[in-house]
């Protein structure tokens, strides 16, 4: 890009979640865009006019539309009102006043559990919509499956370039480590550190142990994310996963490695499993030209180091 050509100025919606943060990081190593940022404190993305007076008064070129209420399977399963009302606010709040604004390229980021429980795997873009969803986390999937097919009207009606990314299972820095509301991977590095410290015996895996997940660093993913804004012509949606499966016995495993603890790892089949396989599809993505770069064992690495960091620095929230 020329010194006197103006960069695109891209707002990253939920920069402080752990997709956004690593969207800033990458863009801030490239260079080529300018970042628009605005936490909660500025605007409440569930407040519709707040929303719109916001993408009026700052007109950013394009979004990442990051910001969602998230969680894992014990959160989606017991608030699923939540989860359903508020990520569906943020996409009908936040679409339709992009285009008010004239946000010329808009990228909703869903997940991978918009697929049906029974979908082929892996699976492929054209799932969607080809059977009923897991239960656990339905009403997080309607949400997202409703921005993606908002997205694709607003392109089909108006012509704006407003796509999709569905992820696989994400990790990396500044995660949820909320012992409850979190995704299996800091879950269990926190359940398992604590051990650690304590010099518990044991460790319990939520669920029998067996379902397999595909786990995609953000760092991977928000690489991927700048690729598809720079493409001409991106598909509507497009998943992203780094085609490494590891059942959660074996993710548990890897973990009380990476953390040196030494005791027993049980499993809890009274809780629930979620679905048992979602392994995603990425072959579209990948012939588009990107590739994931940081390997599970990698990135659980830098991930338990961090953690284990912070523990040491005070008690991590
Ligand atoms: P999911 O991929 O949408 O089901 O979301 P999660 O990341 O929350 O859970 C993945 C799998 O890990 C499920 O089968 C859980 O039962 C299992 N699991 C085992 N231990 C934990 C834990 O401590 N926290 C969470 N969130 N899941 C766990």
């Not at 990458?26 to 519709?48: P, S, Y």
């Not at 014990?74 to 939540?82: G, K, M």
């Not at 994310?225 to 497009?238: N, S």
Request: aromatic fraction near 4%; charged fraction near 25%; include cysteine.
């Amino acid at each position: 890009m020329s010194t006197t050509e103006k960069r695109p100025r891209l707002w990253v919606a939920g920069h402080r979640g752990l997709v956004g943060s690593a969207i800033v990081r990458a863009v801030a190593a490239r260079g080529d865009r300018e970042l628009l940022l605005a936490g909660r404190e500025v605007v409440d993305l569930t407040d519709q006019a707040a929303t719109r007076a916001f993408l009026l008064r700052e007109k950013p070129d394009q979004i990442v539309l990051a910001a969602a209420r998230v969680g894992g399977i014990e959160a989606n399963r017991t608030r699923p009102v939540e989860f359903l009302q508020e990520n569906l606010a943020i996409a009908t709040h936040v679409i339709p006043a992009a285009r008010e604004a004239g946000v010329t390229r808009l990228l909703y980021l869903g997940s991978s559990c918009i697929y049906p429980r029974e979908a082929p795997q892996p699976i492929r873009e054209e799932a969607l919509l080809s059977g009923p969803l897991e239960p656990t986390n339905e009403g997080y999937a309607i949400a997202k499956i409703a921005g993606l097919k908002l997205c694709q009207a607003m392109r089909r009606q108006h012509g704006l370039l407003y796509h999709a990314i569905m992820p696989t299972n994400l990790y990396g820095p500044g995660d949820n480590y909320h012992p409850e509301q979190s995704h299996v991977i800091p879950g269990l590095i926190r359940r398992i550190h604590e051990a650690r410290e304590s010099g518990a015996p044991e460790v319990v895996i939520w669920g029998t142990g067996t379902p397999l997940r595909e786990f995609l660093h953000a760092a991977d993913l928000a690489a991927a994310c700048l690729h598809l804004l720079d493409l001409a012509d991106p598909p509507d949606w497009v998943n992203a996963g780094s085609g490494e499966e590891v059942s959660i016995l074996d993710l548990a495993r890897r973990i009380a490695a990476h953390l040196g603890y030494r005791g027993r790892l049980l499993t809890d089949p009274s809780r629930p499993d979620g679905t048992p396989r979602k392994a995603l599809d990425s072959s579209r993505l990948r012939a588009m030209g990107w590739e994931p770069r940081i390997g599970l064992d990698e990135g659980l690495a830098a991930v338990c180091r961090e953690y284990a960091g912070n523990a040491a620095r005070g008690p991590v929230r």
